[in-house]
């Protein structure tokens, strides 16, 4: 988390005073639909799960319609599944069936494009896509009661692409997009794991 409000800090400090263009900044947070997606997934009907994130923008100008948006954001990924019938401790026994959920969770810096136009007075809609990178922070396995670390078990990186679109109503943001990583998420997967996430957001411009 120290590292993540570093990360923010120099964000607002030095991305500025690099650029010659209108600069803009603000703050965002939401929910998400989260999921995983592959081969190895397909046959144990996953169940999507709640994912909260927040974090802040940056409005880099490029033309009257057109900007980069980079982010810096801490985003909850995972997905659940019910009825996954376990192993015993100590014995090859199948044991009872019991609901389980992976919870991820990441420091994630998307960089768009962001392509904008005007509705009327104090109204802008925008189309957002581009790339993502994120850096797993932690990861929690729950099997019935029992919860576990998993972070050794993902990998420590995520990549993928981010489409969305928006409305600005003066200095209020609202978002709606969908990103999905190419994977795998985890270190032992072979048959494809990739992150999903079907996200609303709602933001301030500060400047």
């Known amino acids: 988390m ?12 030095v991305v500025p005073s690099l650029i010659a263009e209108p600069f803009g900044f603000g703050i965002k947070g939401g929910i998400g639909f989260t999921n995983v997606g592959g081969d190895a ?8 799960q709640l994912g ?30 019910a009825g996954v019938v376990t192993t015993s401790a100590g014995s090859p026994a199948l044991g009872p ?11 994630e810096i998307p960089l768009l494009l962001r392509v904008h136009g005007s509705l009327g007075p104090a109204v802008i809609i925008n189309f957002v896509a581009g790339p993502y990178s ?10 019935g009661t029992n919860s576990y670390d998993a972070t050794s078990y993902r990998n420590s990186m995520d990549f993928g692409l981010i489409f969305g679109t928006g409305l600005e109503i003066g ?16 270190k032992y997967e072979t048959q494809g794991e990739q992150n999903s996430a079907l996200s609303l957001l709602v933001g301030f411009r500060l400047f």
């Open 52 to 81: 909260l994130s927040g974090g802040v923008f940056g409005d880099i100008g490029l033309s009257q319609a057109f900007s980069l948006q980079p982010e810096i954001s801490i985003i909850g990924k995972g997905y659940s599944v």
């Open 134 to 143: 994120a850096f797993l922070l932690n990861a929690t396995d729950t099997a």
């Open 41 to 48: 997934f397909s046959p144990i009907g996953q169940n999507s």
């Open 171 to 186: 200095s209020f943001l609202l978002d709606l997009r969908y990103e999905f990583g190419f994977g795998p998420v985890g």
């Open 97 to 107: 069936k019991v609901n389980f959920s992976s919870n991820l969770t990441y420091l």
């Open 2 to 13: 120290k590292n993540f409000f570093l990360a923010v800090l120099i964000f607002i400090s």
